[in-house]
């Protein structure tokens, strides 16, 4: 059936390291969601993008995050360099949207468990 | 600025009875609420939602209550079974927004 995959499932990296997440929606899909769930701030939305567009990365730290979908079957998520308080799990879920509203159902991936030492 | 909260962190139920799991938001010009089940090592998966031209919405042993008053959501679980143990997520937008906005969780345990 059909799922949103994520790679890798689990990270673990030093302090300083090159991050990349990958993500592949659901085909058929033409929105892509990222997400960080930390224990105190719960999901955070990082990024998204309709048809491969980014809509709005206002909650992503732009100086060393970065999110892209080079072709409708993969979103990627790039830290660099990676720092101990990006530890956390990075959720991408995907969605069809019929119009230009947001109001879509989300299918999450399992997630990328990262810890950044 | 959180503007969704779940302030329990997690609750404890026996199984039969009834779950409530409570959300908080503050900005008034939420319109769109929903609840999200998260299983460990799993994404979250769509629960219910409800439109803020509702007070209730119910799905089988799954009702979400809006009190846009208090600016208040409520799901009730009943009757509650072990399988709906996992930590749920209620998340709010707004039409004007174009982004949702998910609280911190709350890790429901049913007892056998």
């Known amino acids: 059936d059909a799922r949103v995959t994520q790679t890798p499932r689990h990270k673990v990296t030093e302090m300083g390291q090159e991050v990349t997440m990958r993500c592949q929606p659901i085909l058929g899909h033409n929105t892509v969601f990222w997400y960080r769930q930390t224990m105190m701030q719960g999901l955070e939305l990082l990024a998204y993008?309709?048809?491969?567009?980014?809509?709005?990365d206002s909650g992503m730290p732009k100086d060393r995050f970065s999110a892209e979908m080079p072709d409708a079957t993969l979103a990627t998520l790039k830290i660099q360099p990676s720092e101990p308080r990006d530890s956390a799990v990075y959720f991408c879920a995907s969605g069809l949207a019929e119009t230009s509203g947001i109001r879509i159902e989300q299918f999450f991936g399992p997630g990328t468990r990262l810890t950044v030492l | 600025d959180q503007q969704v909260k779940q302030n329990s962190p997690s609750l404890s139920v026996q199984e039969g009875r009834i779950s409530i799991l409570n959300c908080d938001y503050t900005n008034s010009m939420f319109d769109y609420f929903l609840w999200y089940k998260k299983y460990p090592a799993e994404g979250p998966t769509f629960l219910i939602s409800?439109?803020?031209?509702?007070d209730k919405n119910e799905d089988g042993r799954f009702t979400v209550f809006l009190n846009k008053s208090a600016k208040h959501l409520s799901l009730h679980i009943v009757p509650s079974q072990p399988g709906d143990s996992a930590v749920y997520f209620c998340?709010?937008?707004?039409?004007?927004?174009?982004?949702?906005?998910f609280g911190s969780g709350t890790k429901l345990n049913v007892k056998p």
């Open positions: 998340a709010a937008s707004a039409s004007l927004f174009n982004k949702f906005y």
């Open positions: 993008f309709r048809n491969r567009a980014p809509l709005d």
């Open positions: 409800i439109s803020s031209i509702k």
